[in-house]
């Protein structure tokens, strides 16, 4: 009762001054069902069990905590890639950076336009994955954004994309609280590639609900950084059809705390999800959390979780993933790894992998460790006449080369590499 009555009073907290945004009658249900929800679950507390790890009060507070603007001096990531470009500056659509949205094998509208519209296809993928996903893991920060969000994009593929999609998310407001929802629809045979860049505001909520039909196939890279004070919570969704591929790969630098969560449910058979991610994260006030849910529905499907993360100076990592194998799911191949490296006595590293098998016929693995950079590997780089600090960035980049090679394009993961091993000789 005690836990009820605190999940209630910092949920109230929340809602006690939030109007619904208007929109077509469609829109206006799906964001009244997930208020429900939202009041159903009651937003994480430190005691609910998939939060043990990560405090989500500075996430669920009415007001979010001021993050100081950084100046990033890298340049924009991806700049070499030919995609269409799609700015939002502090959880808002910029039109005037962004590039124009028609693009070759896809459409792409603004969801505050969707929002409008009496009939779309949006309908029937707003708001549905995350409410199924809410099983049996409660999800409440994603309900809320379903509620609550005014902005995003909706994308529906319908062949080969001919360039990349890359969603920029510029911070420009040090009390800026930003919440999107983006919507994906793969067609059958259809392929794109979405790529998501920059730290997006102050306090940042996004929810990515994407349906894969049979037979196609989605890549996802997203960079999140490189802002020191960022809070984010984001959620991805995902329904995979028969023989499609969903491929999604994350890189986290810096920020006070992340919390990533992937929720993936594979309906057909012979499909394929890999979710993999790296984080470097340097200082106590580093707090980064991968949570995976993978569900297998289907025969002979394949998923892969892969999560490398770097700490030190008191930076802490956190992983908890699960695969779920229903009975009839015969054939599974379900690998999960997660690795941290921890350059120091003061970062830590806390990890729950899971599986739940009810099928006979599968081979299903899981592994976590946590270490310090091999003492020996590091003796014969020096003993071959390799500096310190660069031996000490080698054996990293080695550590973390499972994770990158979950990229299936070689530029894009050349692009990350590059900038993994420019905030290693930052901060070596």
């Not at 098998?357 to 946590?370: K, L, R």
Request: charged fraction near 25%; include cysteine; aromatic fraction near 6%.
């Amino acid at each position: 009762m005690a836990l009820a009555k605190l999940k209630q009073d910092v949920t109230e907290a929340r809602l006690a001054d939030l109007t619904l945004p208007e929109g077509a009658g469609w829109m206006n249900a799906a964001r009244a069902d997930a208020l429900a929800r939202v009041r159903q679950l009651g937003l994480p507390t430190r005691r609910d069990e998939y939060w043990k790890y990560t405090d989500p009060t500075s996430l669920t507070a009415a007001d979010a905590p001021k993050a100081a603007l950084f100046h990033n001096d890298e340049g924009a990531l991806f700049a070499d890639t030919d995609r269409v470009r799609i700015v939002f500056v502090d959880g808002v659509f910029d039109p005037e950076a962004s590039d124009d949205l028609a693009a070759e094998g896809m459409t792409i509208e603004r969801l505050a336009d969707v929002a409008e519209t009496d009939i779309h296809w949006a309908k029937d993928i707003y708001g549905v994955l995350e409410s199924r996903g809410q099983r049996p893991v409660a999800r409440a920060l994603a309900a809320l954004n379903t509620a609550t969000a005014t902005d995003g994009v909706a994308i529906r593929v319908t062949g080969k994309a001919a360039k990349p999609v890359n969603l920029i998310y510029l911070h420009q407001d040090e009390t800026s609280d930003a919440a999107l929802h983006n919507l994906i629809k793969v067609e059958a045979g259809a392929e794109v590639t979405v790529l998501e860049t920059g730290p997006a505001a102050a306090r940042f909520s996004k929810v990515l609900e994407v349906q894969v039909a049979d037979g196609g196939t989605f890549h996802h890279i997203r960079a999140q950084g490189r802002d020191h004070e960022r809070r984010a919570v984001t959620h991805c969704f995902a329904q995979i059809g028969a023989e499609a591929t969903f491929k999604s790969f994350t890189l986290t630098f810096n920020g006070i705390l992340t919390r990533n969560e992937c929720v993936i449910e594979i309906i057909g058979d012979d499909a394929t999800a890999h979710v993999a991610g790296v984080c470097v994260g340097d200082g106590k006030d580093f707090h980064h959390d991968d949570t995976v849910f993978i569900t297998h529905d289907a025969v002979n499907c394949e998923s892969r979780q892969v999560f490398k993360k770097v700490l030190r100076n008191g930076a802490t990592g956190v992983f908890q993933g699960k695969i779920l194998v229903k009975e009839g799911a015969q054939k599974t191949d379900g690998y999960q790894i997660s690795q941290s490296l921890l350059l120091d006595d003061d970062s830590q590293f806390l990890a729950k992998p899971e599986l739940e098998i009810y099928a006979d016929d599968v081979a299903c693995s899981h592994g976590s460790t946590s270490g310090a950079i091999d003492e020996d590997a590091l003796f014969y780089l020096r003993s071959r006449g390799v500096p310190e600090k660069a031996a000490r960035n080698m054996l990293t980049l080695s550590f973390l080369a499972e994770a990158l090679e979950e990229i299936d394009d070689a530029d894009l993961a050349e692009a990350l590499r590059d900038r993994l091993e420019s905030w290693l000789n930052r901060h070596s």
